[in-house]
């Protein structure tokens, strides 16, 4: 957690020195009220939130409805203005619009405009970030035939699935090879396997070296992928870590091990009982719903006919 | 066709001498002013004085030093292409297919009977494009950035570095593409649809056995009489505001004669308009007299004196009437004149009043013969051949109109009244000097261009509303503006001239109550009365004063123009340009900072 930092009030962090130059977030007693159009204040959605994510690493914003997630990630868009305190992306403030050259943005819903197809959308977003044609060209091909789009290129997007559209949602994101990706529930609307090769995708991004900012309410998704996670509840940040320090149970230990005969487990149990442990569980472990489906996925295409108890 | 003197004015005059600059830039100062005021009292109330001071400092640093620089033609025209897609996706074409099916019943709407069926037919094309097009401006405008936000499709726009002038600009452009394309097309089909429509011939009826004059059939509901030269050909009488030509043709040893197409109807002319200024009975400089009518466009010079209405006329140039391959002997000066006269007895009433015409240099030492004219009280042409006798320094002599009279392009043309006591009424605009004719078609798309600007306009008010606004209040916003634009002058005469019957207020009240305009708003309560009026006065105020602020429409309309075939001034064209893009960098400055201050996911 990093609440306090050396650097001077006014300047970010990211700029602040060298020691802290791989800071791509930065926010500092961030906070956000929404009000009527009196002024009246009618919520508290974030209060006074200091985080800083770190260059090439995968950072997950957890919390329930309401917590302040997507108003942490709006606020760090620019696309809310902070009531007080401040946010920084790439050492520039927020509502600075040149910080949006290096970051690319997965909306909760994918909103793109319907009428257009996966090549106009592309090439319409790849125009914003001033990308001559043939840069634009190659880079929507490599990007519809990444996320899996090539067949349905020229369909318009009102004729997408939820899955198709948040693939193109994802392409649309990655249009400028952005340093920072802001992913909103990147896995919401996706089944299984999408599911999978979403999180496969963010892992091999940040293995190219680039900075995720994600929220989602999967919480199994967010341990998959993420290296560091904040939670937030009712506006406020109530843990911030790496998400193996944060699971770890420290007085409990477990021990995976194959082939033991029951005499041998029986020994393991007296060993425990001698030192003075206590044995809580000794079982055969379960795989994850996940990894069941996508096994059996993966069988079906291999084996192409078979049926369950043949 | 009556024109304000101000229409008069080259772009220079209205640019410098007249002030249009000073007023463009005295009009954005103060509204920048009023727009600073405003937005730092905005924020000082949602973030305190010295955060408000420099929230409102960096929004205007931000336009200078980034956003303006950083804008960029392909974001641009990548948000103008969204937005043309965005118009053809809501079916903006239907708007073509409306014209169509109205000039396919036009034959219902519009009366052929009529003395100038071409006015007609021309007034229909341009006031329904005119509608059409603003109306279509005003939809695709006013909806399009409050949908985005509603939809949140602008999440994807405004997290890429996109610049609020981008946002705004790009749908302006794209908006006025889209209209563009549809007025182009619209202006095609109905120049077909004028000329198509107004074209027709006549065959012969009857003609005398010399040969040399005879009538038409009746077709589109008129016929002519007509007279022919020795050698078979002529023209036919004018009706229905034109002319058909006549030729004689041989065939199998008989003669045939046979009726060309319209002619005279679809004109462009070029007339040069001059200063007035009348001279009393005794010749000294007056006002021209005033025979009791209300209306004062015409003032009156009286017969048998040295009363005369002169007129003085600048760039006249022997070039500009020449027609064709005309040799430079053949050039004629036209003078088209519509004069009244007033008879203060009725005399011989089959004779029309004598009036005459005297052609002077403006150094007043060279001037032609009286040329006397009968006062046809309708449009009337004369032509007078450029070797005219004359008087040089009061010594007979035969003049060069051009050569002689004409001094450093300057003209003046002399009226007066030959017959005693009988009067001749004239306005400014009552006598012109006729240069050659232009082309119709292009007047015809100086008239759409016209409508392009307007309908430009309408899309700049539409987005800039639209910036803060919601899609159907934005709407009812523009269209309040467009209402003020075309009926603000009639809002200005009732509240500084024909006040009587009150303001809204005092209206709605009388409409109940049945009171006429002329008695007295009777409440019974003085002091009810009193505030009635007074708000009724700070409402009218305040539209009057908008209307200053707003454009008006009314005044931007050229169709009066096309319609009486006179070639749409192309000073009065760039001048609209102007105030055009005047518009367009004051709408698109408000845009800016709604959208630059507002929180799109709020």
Sequence with gaps: MSVDTQAPASAPSSVAGNAASDVVIETRGLSKIYRDFWGRKKVHALKSLDVEVKKGEIFGLLGPNGSGKSTTIKLILGLLFPSAGRAFVFGKEASEVTKNERIGYLPEESYLYKFLNAEETLDFYGRLFDMPAPVRRERSEQLIQMVGLHRARRRQLKEYSKGMTRRIGLAQALINEPDLLVLDEPTTGLDPIGSREMKDLILKLREQGKTILMCSHQLADVQDVCDRIAILHQGELKELGRVDSLLKVRDVTEVHARGLTEDAKR??????????GELMQIDNPTVTMEELFLESIRESDARPGRRAGS | MRLTPDQLWSFYEWFIPQ???????????????????????????????????????????????????????????????????????????????IFIILCMFAGWLLDLRTDHPAQLYITFVLSSTNMLVLLLGLFISAFSLPADIKNRTIYTIVTKPVRATEIVVGRIFGFSLIGSMILAALGLF???????????????????QD?????????????????????????????????????????????????GPPTGELTAKVPIYGRLTFTDRSGNVGEGLNVGYMSEYRKYVAGGSLSSAKWQFERVRESDFREGNESDDDIELTIEMNIEA???????????????????????????????????????????????????????????????????????????CEDSQQYLGMGASDLTLQAKERSFAWNFAKGYISIWLQMVIVICFGVMYSTFLSGPVAMVATLATLSLGLFGDIIDRYFKVEYSGGGPIESIIRMPTQKGVMIDLDLGNVALEKVIHNIDYAIMYGVSSLKGVFPNFSRLGTSDFIVYGVDLFDGLLLRHCAITFGFFLLTSLVGYFFVKTREMAA
Aim: hydrophobic share 40%; glycine share 8%.
């Design chain 1, 267 to 276: 020994e393991i149990a007296e060993v425990i009982k001698r030192h003075g």
């Design chain 2, 19 to 97: 002030q249009g600059l000073l007023q463009g830039i005295s009009l954005a100062i103060t509204l920048a002013i009023l727009g600073l005021l405003v937005s730092y009292l905005v924020a000082m109330v949602r973030l305190g004085p010295g955060e408000g001071f420099y929230a409102v400092a960096k929004v205007i640093s931000d336009l200078i030093r980034f956003d303006i620089p950083g804008t960029r033609s392909s974001r641009l025209w990548a948000i103008a292409k969204l937005s043309f897609m965005e118009a053809i996706r809501r079916k903006v074409l239907v708007v073509f297919v």
């Design chain 2, 190 to 208: 109905s120049y077909v649809f004028v000329v198509r429509g107004l074209n027709h011939t006549h065959e012969i009826t009857t003609i005398s």
């Design chain 2, 211 to 259: 040969g040399r004059q005879g009538k038409t059939e009746v077709a589109a509901r008129h016929d002519h009489v007509f007279k022919l030269g020795e050698d078979g050909n002529g023209y036919t009488e004018e009706a229905k505001g034109h002319q058909h030509t006549i030729t004689a043709v041989q065939l199998d040893n008989k003669t045939k004669y046979v009726v």
């Design chain 2, 342 to 416: 007033f008879r203060s007895f009725k005399g011989d009433i089959v004779t029309p009043v004598r009036g005459s015409i005297i052609l002077r240099s403006p150094d007043e030492s060279i001037e032609s013969q009286r040329i006397y004219f009968l006062v046809k009280e309708s449009v009337d042409r004369k032509l007078i051949s450029r070797t005219i006798s004359g008087f040089r320094n009061n010594q007979p002599a035969t003049l060069d109109v051009f050569k002689d009279i004409v001094m450093n392009e300057k003209l003046e043309v002399i009226v007066r």
